[in-house]
């Protein structure tokens, strides 16, 4: 789980209770600051300062969360995992686990939040890449914590990301990983698109 945020942070709580056999190594090099309180009940005014991370990890209480209080960029050292899910609110982090993701062959599940709107989609290793999706100058853009966010849109992405990673860890077979979930808050839609299945016309080295 790259990411303990207010996606990563359900997700990881879905994911200890869903999967009694899985470990989880959450990565996010954040502290926790006033302004995540509202949308994280994981945190309280007492962790403020303190790693997202490891505070989640405690929040949650089980052995098989590993916290890892880092950035995942270039210099990451990443351990040996069988899914990569995006819990970031940065394209730096997700450009990161794509690369990683692409060498490795494993798939990534890519999550994301703004405002009312929520996207969910598998990231086949062979299949649509993030510059295919959404363009290839990818920019930072607003933030959640500048945009805003509504937390009902982000618990709802997490459900979705938990059901597809359960399916998908179930029988791999059974994943559609070719497929973004769009979410929009206001009028309470869930909706799907299929993606491509040719091989991305982006190269990374
Ligand atoms: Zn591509």
């Keep these: 789980m790259v990411g303990a945020g207010a996606i990563g942070s359900p997700l990881a709580a879905g994911l200890v209770s869903a999967l009694p056999e899985a470990e989880i190594i959450v990565v996010d090099g954040d502290l926790v600051e006033r302004s995540n309180l509202p949308r994280q009940p994981w945190f309280s005014l007492k962790d403020l300062g303190r790693p997202k991370a490891r505070v989640l990890a405690e929040a949650l209480g089980s052995k098989r969360i590993y916290p890892r209080v880092e950035r995942v960029d270039e210099a990451f050292a990443w351990p040996r995992v069988d899914l990569v899910m995006d819990g970031t609110d940065n394209w730096a982090a997700r450009l990161t686990i794509q690369k990683f993701a692409r060498h490795t062959g494993i798939p990534w599940l890519f ?17 649509p890449c ?19 966010v ?13 059901a597809l990673a359960q399916k998908w860890l179930i029988d791999p077979k059974s994943a ?26 982006h190269i990374y080295g």
């Design 111 to 127: 999550s994301g939040a703004v405002r009312w709107e929520g996207q969910v989609a598998w990231m086949a290793p062979e299949g």
């Design 176 to 201: 559609e990983l070719h497929r973004l979930y769009l979410l929009e808050g206001r009028q309470g839609r869930i909706w799907s698109v299929g993606l491509p299945q040719g091989r991305c016309p």
């Design 150 to 162: 509504v937390g009902m849109v982000t618990l709802a992405v997490a459900g979705q990301a938990l």
């Design 130 to 148: 993030l510059a295919c999706l959404f363009g290839s100058e990818l920019t930072e853009g607003l933030r959640c914590f500048e945009a805003g």
